[in-house]
Every structure is written in structure tokens, then in C-alpha cells.
């Protein structure tokens, strides 16, 4: 079945804190994709990233950086060096290539980054 | 500019009305979604589209209604059958495999 999993609902830091935001995800197809969006109090989603299943390789932007595992089927998000424009709801989510592109999305984090 | 349009922002229903929210893309997207946003929630999928004439039903479908007669367009409509209609609805529009480009979103209220 497929699922997204977002452990943490919400989480606190002071400006310049670094923090890890936490995806677990679940599938049975081979091919699939992920992404990360962020959603600010406007309400409008932004994509951030996009990782597909056969690409392990860890990326870096700027102050975010993503650690997909396959052994773990983790694709977590570090925002290093915190600031309070990073405050929002940040959404993990998961296409399968076999599911006809269905995407689903956890359940959000929401961050809180103090001044 | 290209982009994804929803209409109305806001919207007010009746007790055993249905009522229709609009989606419309110009990005010459395939594939069309309609998701459902509640208060400190994710995002829950109620019906998608990848081509024309055919779509498919998400997770919280019940009481939901689309059409895909055009590659531009993907309304649903929130039929009298959904008990606990309140919630922002998020319609999105991909090419498959890609990332989503959201709408502003529309916020259904009961009168």
C-alpha cells in the first residue's frame, strides 16, 4: 500500500538551529518518486525537491539538504542554520510510477523557527 | 502567465445542496488532482485525472464528484452525500512523474 509517514507534527527551533524534518514512506512498486513541499501561512504549496527511486544520491541547496535511503525508506529534509521565513507546514509526498502517478502526502510538519 | 486557477476562493453551502469548484490549468498538463486540506492536516487525495475522459477515485472519495471533459479543466463537485463538507480543497496539475503546481485553493463552508 502506498503511505507517507510524517512522525513529527510539530517542532520548535530558535533562529540558526539546525533541524531535520522526517519522511517514511511505504510502496510496492519499483519506480517511484518523491517530493517535498512547503506550504507557508499563505497557503500556497511550493515545490522544494523531487528525488526518483532509482536516485540515492543526497542533495544540497543552499540551507536544505535531502537524505533519501532506500534500505531505510527515509527521504528526510535538513534545514541548516534555521531562519524565520523557513516557518511553515512542510509536506513529504509520494508518486508511484505503477499507481498511474496517484500521489499521496503525509501529514505535514509544521516548523516554528523562533527569532 | 501559465498557471492553475480555482474558483471561487471561498464558498458557502446549504444543507443538501451540491455545490461545484472549479479547476482550470494552462500548462498543458495530463494529469489533474483534487485533494482535501482540514485543519492542521495533510493533504488527502479524493480524485485524480491523468488524461481526458478518465479519472480515477483517492482515498476520500465518497460523496465527491469529477469531470474531465477537457485537458484544461477538472471540476468537482461536493455532492449533499458528504456530511462534513468544511475543509480547503487543493486542486493540482502535473505532468506524470513530476512536481504538482497548486492552485490558491478554495475554503467550503456550511451555511
Known amino acids: 500500500a502506498q503511505k507517507v509517514t510524517q512522525a513529527q507534527t510539530e517542532i520548535s527551533v530558535v533562529e540558526k538551529e539546525d533541524v531535520t524534518l522526517d519522511c517514511v514512506y511505504e510502496t510496492r512498486d519499483t519506480t517511484y518518486y518523491l517530493f517535498w513541499y512547503k506550504q507557508p501561512p499563505s497557503g500556497e504549496l511550493v515545490f522544494l525537491i523531487r528525488?526518483?527511486?532509482?536516485?540515492?544520491q543526497n542533495e544540497i541547496s543552499g540551507r536544505y539538504s535531502w537524505n533519501f535511503q532506500k534500505s531505510t525508506s527515509s527521504f528526510n529534509f535538513t534545514i541548516t542554520a534555521s531562519q524565520v521565513v523557513d516557518s511553515a507546514v512542510y509536506f513529504c509526498?509520494?508518486?508511484?510510477?505503477?499507481?498511474?502517478?496517484?500521489?499521496?502526502f503525509g501529514a505535514g510538519t509544521r516548523l516554528f523557527v523562533k527569532a | 502567465d501559465g498557471g492553475i486557477t480555482q474558483s471561487p476562493k471561498y464558498l458557502f453551502r446549504k444543507e443538501g445542496q451540491n455545490v461545484t469548484l472549479s479547476c482550470e490549468q494552462n500548462?498543458?498538463?495530463?494529469?489533474m488532482y483534487w485533494y482535501r486540506q482540514d485543519p492542521g492536516q495533510g493533504l488527502r487525495l479524493i480524485y485524480y485525472?491523468?488524461?481526458?475522459?478518465?479519472?480515477q477515485k483517492g482515498d476520500i472519495a465518497e460523496g465527491y464528484s469529477v469531470s474531465r471533459e477537457k485537458k484544461e479543466s477538472f471540476p468537482l463537485t461536493v455532492t449533499s452525500a458528504q456530511k462534513n463538507p468544511t475543509a480547503f480543497y487543493l486542486c493540482?496539475?502535473?505532468?506524470?512523474?513530476?512536481?504538482?503546481?497548486f492552485g490558491d485553493g478554495t475554503r467550503l463552508s456550511i451555511l
Open positions: 493540482a496539475s502535473s505532468f506524470p512523474s513530476k512536481p504538482q503546481h
Open positions: 528525488r526518483n527511486s532509482f536516485d540515492e
Open positions: 509526498a509520494l508518486s508511484e510510477a505503477g499507481g498511474g502517478f496517484k500521489t499521496i
Open positions: 500548462l498543458n498538463h495530463d494529469a
Open positions: 485525472s491523468q488524461i481526458v475522459n478518465d479519472f
